[in-house]
């Protein structure tokens, strides 16, 4: 249990939270002592806090932990997976501090601070995500009264659909390596992704998803990776789609995430919204052609709508057990693949890495055959 002794007042307030549906949720701040609005989500992952809250896909939403216990791994240098935060708040049960083995560390209530986020705890998550299992994803606030002018702010605020804007890197740069070159398209890109690449030794070039064909094809990439970012994919301009058509023909190409949905849209399916969102890392997948089931991290509000694939492009090779997600697609012509589970394991199981051990023999392959 946190030790309130030890941080003062502030700890002390209570706060609110307050749902676009009229539902209020009592707590305690901690973190920064700010008014908030953003898409409200929860998380069923049991660890890996620190790199879900830094994670570009959740660029204005806030965030409620099923976790029970939040903050005793503190914050480490190991854990990033964005320069900064882009979270709009931080909803847990219980806060804890740094454990005695970790003092060095900076504590999570200090860390929310520094970023200007608030957050609450000693709050009723479990009726909260239940609410939330029903309703779906909606806009709430974090306010200090919940009074009517709080609810009349929220319902008055519109919420951005610039998040892979916000996210994504406006200038190229580098990560060398000494092996193949990957080109990686930035729609909102985790540090994961790059850790991943490393691995490989991965001589990896860093581009806006506003390049052009001509500026990817003139570095000759080996291969080309379409990130994974935040927010709705159809809101990114058609160029994108057209990018991508255009690679997919050129290279070996993986989407992850966003990077999945993109290359779908690209190939003429469709989207549609999940009803119960995907966000945890105890995902079961099965790969179709094996039937081999593992565990993966997942981010998701939206799902390629099976009904719409062009089976003639495209085939499945993954499904979500839980409710038949479509996780995974291949091209039938071009080397181009995607998944919509995080296979980089920041956090998550390991086994979904097996991913990118399949695009770099994929590189190798398509190399050996066109040098």
């Not at 609410?131 to 919420?159: M, N, S, W």
């Not at 390629?304 to 090779?317: C, E, H, P």
């Not at 997600?325 to 097996?354: I, K, N």
């Amino acid at each position: 249990m946190l030790d309130h002794d030890n941080f003062g007042v502030w700890y002390f307030m209570k706060r609110h939270l307050i749902l676009e549906d009229g539902t209020v949720f009592e707590g305690l701040g901690f973190g920064a002592p700010a008014t908030t609005f953003g898409e409200i989500i929860f998380h069923t992952a049991m660890t890996g806090y620190q790199e879900i809250i830094t994670d570009p896909i959740y660029d204005g939403q806030m965030i409620v932990f099923a976790m029970p216990v939040i903050g005793a791994a503190g914050i480490h240098a190991e854990a990033y997976e964005s320069v900064k935060p882009a979270i709009r708040g931080m909803i847990v049960h219980d806060l804890e501090e740094v454990s005695v083995n970790r003092q060095r560390r900076m504590n999570l209530d200090r860390f929310l601070k520094q970023h200007n986020i608030p957050g609450l705890y000693q709050v009723d998550t479990r009726k909260l995500i239940r609410h939330l299992r029903e309703t779906g994803p909606q806009k709430a606030t974090i306010v200090d009264f919940a009074d009517d002018h709080a609810v009349d702010q929220l319902v008055a605020t519109v919420l951005t659909n610039k998040q892979v804007q916000n996210t994504a890197t406006l200038k190229p740069y580098a990560n060398p390596g000494r092996g193949r070159h990957i080109v990686v398209i930035d729609f909102g890109l985790k540090h994961g992704i790059l850790r991943m690449l490393g691995d490989y030794d991965a001589n990896v070039s860093v581009l806006p998803y506003t390049t052009s064909v001509d500026e990817v094809l003139t570095l000759d990439p080996d291969g080309i990776i379409l990130s994974t970012g935040p927010g709705d994919p159809r809101s990114l301009p058609d160029s994108v789609l057209t990018l991508i058509r255009v690679l997919q023909t050129k290279a070996p190409l993986l989407g992850i995430g966003l990077g999945h949905e993109l290359f779908a849209l690209a190939n003429d399916a469709t989207l549609a919204p999940l009803s119960s969102e995907h966000h945890g890392m105890n995902h079961p997948i099965q790969e179709i052609i094996s039937r081999q089931i593992f565990f993966a991290m997942q981010g998701q509000g939206y799902a390629v709508d099976n009904d719409s694939i062009d089976r003639k492009k495209l085939f499945v090779t993954y499904r979500d057990l839980v409710d038949g997600a479509v996780q995974g697609l291949r091209h039938r012509e071009y080397p181009a693949f995607s998944v919509q589970f995080f296979p980089d394991a920041a956090p998550g199981p390991l086994e979904a890495t097996a991913v990118f051990a399949d695009f770099f023999e994929t590189v190798e392959d398509y190399v050996e055959h066109h040098s």
